[in-house]
């Protein structure tokens, strides 16, 4: 019932930046959060930042000063700003929309050369 599509990804050098949108079928306010987690080839998926429908910000470690969630209720869209990028956030990226259950798009490949 719920869709959820990234966009924005491809292939980037290192220390450029890319933005990431994520469109939602319905109201992102209506989510208790949106959160990006994202996925390197041969590990887990890891958590990136999250953002609550208050608008309160958390960010993992490895991207706090880099990477910026934002959304656009009017757009039902979530963004994912990320600059200074680095060969190790390479992997697909996923949004997550968190109320009863947890909702997941297609995910989007970024790839970032040395």
């Known amino acids: 019932q719920v869709q959820l599509v990234e966009s924005g990804g491809g292939l980037v050098q290192a220390g450029g930046s890319l933005r990431l949108s994520c469109a939602a079928s319905g109201s992102i306010s209506s989510f208790n959060a949106m959160r990006w987690y994202r996925q390197a080839p041969g590990k887990r998926r890891e958590f990136i930042a999250i953002?609550?429908?208050?608008?309160?910000?958390t960010y993992a470690d490895s991207v706090k000063g880099r990477f910026i969630i934002s959304r656009d209720n009017a757009k039902n869209t979530v963004y994912l700003q990320m600059n200074s990028l680095k060969p190790e956030d390479t992997g697909v990226y996923y949004c997550?929309?968190?109320?009863?259950?947890?909702?997941w798009g297609q995910g989007t490949q970024v790839t970032v050369s040395s």
């Open positions: 953002i609550t429908s208050g608008g309160t910000t």
């Open positions: 997550n929309a968190l109320s009863k259950y947890n909702y």
